[in-house]
């Protein structure tokens, strides 16, 4: 147990479905990151919340919509995917200004998009 | 635009060597830091140590040390006493120091990677 904590584990979904991926902190951390690694490529960052407001959106496609209610909970709602979208997703979170530059990751969703 | 460069995408070290995982980095700003993390296979990603660019001294952490070479943009991974479990894809990543009132996350940027395995 990472102390962030990401669910589903695994995902295999349609083209036409519509999912969630769901992250967890207990970390009392107040900035919460996705990121996407695709095979054989470096891990790409997605989205980043800070204090619950949304500060970075990397060119992400529409087709992913976060969601962040509050500061322990971070969600990626999915639909219409490609098949190009299978990768893994990993969350993160970590405390700003506290002078501990430390992210602490979650063990991923690994999605397939079929 | 800050940008980290991991030339190795595998190594190979027998069980109970040392092993070093080059890492090159740049930016212009001169307050970042650096992390190298471990991805097992089952996905999580795991920190090792930090360095910090104004850091006098080399970061260690147990049998992880990295070899900070400010003026050459390096900050390589030496792991000492490799052990079976040490096999698994290692990254280098740097992230700004962004003013505290900025108001905005830093970024953790990542290398693309070094798988290392370690052999019996």
């Known amino acids: 147990e990472t102390g962030v904590t990401q669910t589903p584990r695994h995902l295999v979904m349609g083209m036409t479905n519509k999912k969630s991926l769901k992250c967890e902190q207990h970390l009392g951390h107040n900035a919460m990151y996705w990121y996407k690694q695709s095979a054989k490529k470096p891990l790409e960052l997605m989205f980043v919340y800070n204090f619950k407001e949304q500060t970075e959106n990397n060119s992400v496609p529409s087709r992913f919509s976060p969601e962040c209610p509050n500061s322990s909970h971070l969600f990626l709602h999915l639909h219409t995917l490609q098949p190009e979208d299978s990768a893994l997703y990993l969350c993160?979170?970590?405390?700003?200004?506290?002078?501990?530059?430390?992210?602490?990751f979650g063990s991923g969703t690994r999605l397939t998009v079929v | 635009a800050q940008k980290i460069t991991q030339t190795q995408p595998g190594m190979f070290v027998q069980e109970k060597e040392a092993v070093t995982l080059d890492c090159t980095y740049d930016t212009s700003d001169p307050s970042y830091g650096l992390f190298w993390y471990k991805q097992p296979s089952s996905g999580e990603m795991i920190f090792l140590i930090y360095?910090?660019?104004?850091?006098?001294q080399n970061a260690t952490e147990g049998r992880y040390s990295l070899n900070f070479q400010k003026a050459r943009k390096s900050a390589n991974l030496v792991i000492s006493a490799s052990q079976l479990g040490d096999s698994a894809m290692y990254f280098c990543?740097?992230?700004?120091?962004?003013?505290?009132?900025?108001?905005?996350?830093?970024?953790?940027?990542f290398g693309s990677g070094t798988q290392l395995t370690v052999l019996p």
């Open positions: 360095q910090g660019s104004y850091d006098q």
């Open positions: 993160a979170s970590s405390q700003e200004s506290s002078g501990n530059y430390g992210y602490t």
């Open positions: 990543a740097m992230i700004l120091k962004v003013g505290e009132s900025s108001g905005s996350a830093r970024q953790l940027t």
